[in-house]
């Protein structure tokens, strides 16, 4: 496994590296830390346009590189075994994780929800937003505390039958998570609803029914499955079947029930009613849940 850890020395960061220790991840692994100095040009000089070395950045791309080699320092207290290295880029933050990303391939990027530090802005919203959204493999939005002792977490793992969650599913079960870790399935059904006038057409009604119980007898199926699947792991597991709108009641879900963390699909089904885990619903879970998120993709061939 490899994993890309956009790191800028800031609270946020850090809490990044420390939620590292909640994300079940396996013993041994190849990490990277990956440092991001915005790029900017000062004003030519009024009597010449002639290039000039730019030695401007010199002190921020120091402070970069001794930042990456304290993150490199941390991450290995935390994970001897693991293989870590560092790469110090310039440029657009979000363009630069997201370019480097598609040459190495990682299994997993790590970014904070937010963060600014001597080095320049690398982890702001927006940034984290966009490489939930854009990048082609999985990418976890780091919230929590700087101080994390390793111990029992808690999960939620939406599903709603398609792929996306599925692979979700499957993340999970494939890591390796300490002793009395808890895992709570969730599926958001939207039912459909009949206008004033379909009210009052029996044939329209009827159908509205047939569907709605036809989606939830499916999506009880799928939680199911899905249960069971965790359950085989070691895993502590419920389910919950919920009415609303996915975007808030995972997140509210995941508040109430004090998660350490939240897996989706990065893309997900669309019956005749309207399910969960649609790409815009996963990026908004990501900027509204109070812990980490995890935002799950299948390998891009």
Known sequence: MRILIAYDGSECAEAALADLMRAGLPHRLEALVFAVVELWLPPPHPESYVLMPDTSQQPEIEEANRLALRAIERLKENFPEWTISAKIERGSPAS???NFAEDWHPDLIVVGSHGRSAVGRLVLGSVSQKVVTEARCSVRVARGEVDVE?????LVVGVDGGPGAKNAVAAVAA?????????QVVAVHEPLKPSIVGRLVPVVSKWVDETNTTETSWIRTELDHASETLRATGLAVTSVLLEGDPRSALVQTAREWDAN???????????????FLLGSVSAAVTARAHCSVEVVRADVV
Request: proline share 6%; net charge positive; aromatic share 6%.
């Open 96 to 98: 630069e994780i997201l």
């Open 175 to 183: 890591r390796e998570w300490p002793k009395g870790s808890l895992a």
């Open 261 to 275: 963390s939240i897996f989706v699909g990065a893309t997900g089904h669309m019956g005749r009613a309207r399910m």
């Open 150 to 154: 390793p111990a029992a977490v808690r």
